[in-house]
């Protein structure tokens, strides 16, 4: 009996040490979740209702966009300018002799006698693009797209059938060209910008019909201003970059701003590098559009003279005090500069009393006279200064 009761007094110790454990357990733990909700009331800004309540759902991921641009922003602005960029299809008809080479030979020729080939003619076709600058039917393009074609057809959207197009003005220097449609109601135009502004790194969308895919998009930046660019027998003197692509039917496309502005004209592409387009800016064709349409080319003002920086090594063969001005490289016949006086060695230092920096300074001081207007020119020559007055002429 001493036996049991000593078993049953040993069991109540364990049992009562395994109580105290518990309960020190549960209040631990109490303290510990009493603690963890205090810290989240104060320092995390929540309480501890908030956090029995369920989780938000997670929100809709963005959609992908360009850096600074909305989703959608390039969409709408391509809807809305769209309708105004063209098709432009042309016709080259070339004759050629039908001559085989070989008759040039004295043997041939006596054996064939006068049985020569006739002409026969030769038909090529080319694909360009255009944009509406007016609801009557004016068409903005490059001169190369047209150059030499007989036939002229652009096609506009919401339209089934090409309108048949006018060449009005061309300039082949600056690559520019004015077509004329008629349309039975008015036309979609472009608005034009001011390229002047735009800077390295904008955005710029371009909208053509390359090889001809029509109202094709590419995007890209400025990559760079005033490029001077030679392309065959032209050389582009001031054209802006782009690394939006720009191929073969691209040429007279418009090169747009996010606010659907044209800040350039589409024009050349180098094919041997990638990312590498062209654009004359839209400043150089607003200067000259209306001379386009009205007179069908560009009257420029003309010196008639050939013109060179100052470089050290002329400075010291012609003695002169300083690099400043230009320096006559060649006086043309018959031209203003010869009926003035002027001499291959002269430097001219002043138009009006301007400053003549470089050649270039010359250059846009002439530019910006008129045909017929007398303009005082500042001469250095051996030694002396002098004063010479010429009468501005149109460049033939």
């Known amino acids: 009996m001493g036996g049991l009761w000593q078993r049953l007094a040993h069991n109540r110790i364990y049992v009562l040490v395994a109580l105290i454990a518990l309960l020190a357990g549960a209040t631990l733990m109490a303290g510990g979740v009493a603690a963890y909700s205090y810290y989240l009331a104060t320092n995390a800004g929540y309480s501890t209702q908030a956090q029995a309540a369920p989780l938000p759902s997670a929100a809709p991921a963005a959609v992908p966009a360009l850096p600074g641009v909305g989703a959608n922003s390039i969409a709408d602005m391509v809807n809305r300018v769209g309708p105004a960029v063209v098709m432009i299809n042309t016709t080259v008809v070339e004759k050629t002799s039908g001559m085989d080479p070989f ?22 076709h080319g694909i360009g693009s255009g944009f509406i600058t007016s609801a009557d039917g004016y068409i903005l393009t490059n001169e190369h797209v047209v150059d030499g074609a007989q036939d002229v057809e652009v096609t ?93 039917g691209n040429s007279g496309g418009p090169l747009l701003n996010l606010k659907g502005e044209v800040i350039g004209i589409n024009t050349a592409v180098n094919a041997q590098g990638q990312g590498l387009g062209f654009a004359i800016p839209i400043n150089t064709a607003k200067d000259v559009m209306e001379q386009l349409r009205t007179q069908g080319k560009v009257v420029r003002p003309w010196l008639g003279v ?6 050290a090594d002329l400075q010291q063969y012609f003695k002169l005090p300083d690099r400043k001005g230009a320096i006559v490289g060649e006086v043309m016949n018959g031209s203003p500069a010869e009926k003035a006086g002027l001499q291959v060695g002269d430097v001219i230092r002043k138009v009006d009393n301007q400053p003549i920096d470089n050649a270039q300074a010359l250059v846009d001081a002439i530019a910006k006279k008129k045909i017929g207007q007398s303009v005082g020119l500042e001469i250095y020559r051996g030694g002396r200064t002098l004063f010479r007055l010429v009468t501005i002429a149109e460049k033939p």
């Open 306 to 311: 050939s013109i060179l920086d100052v470089t």
């Open 156 to 248: 506009v959207a919401g339209y089934d059938k090409p309108f048949p197009a006018k060449v009005v003005g061309t300039d082949k220097e600056l690559d520019l060209a004015i077509l004329k449609i008629n349309a039975p109601k008015p036309l979609p135009t472009v608005q034009l910008g001011n390229s002047d502004q735009t800077r390295v790194g904008e955005w710029v969308v371009a909208i053509g019909n390359p090889y001809g895919l029509d109202h094709t998009v590419t995007v890209g930046v400025v990559s760079a201003k005033g490029r001077p660019v030679p392309v065959q027998d032209r050389i582009y003197k001031n054209l802006l970059q782009t690394d939006a692509a720009i191929n073969p």
């Open 103 to 124: 008759l040039n030979d004295p043997f041939f020729r006596q054996f064939f006698g006068n049985r020569l080939p006739l002409p026969q003619e030769r038909q090529s």
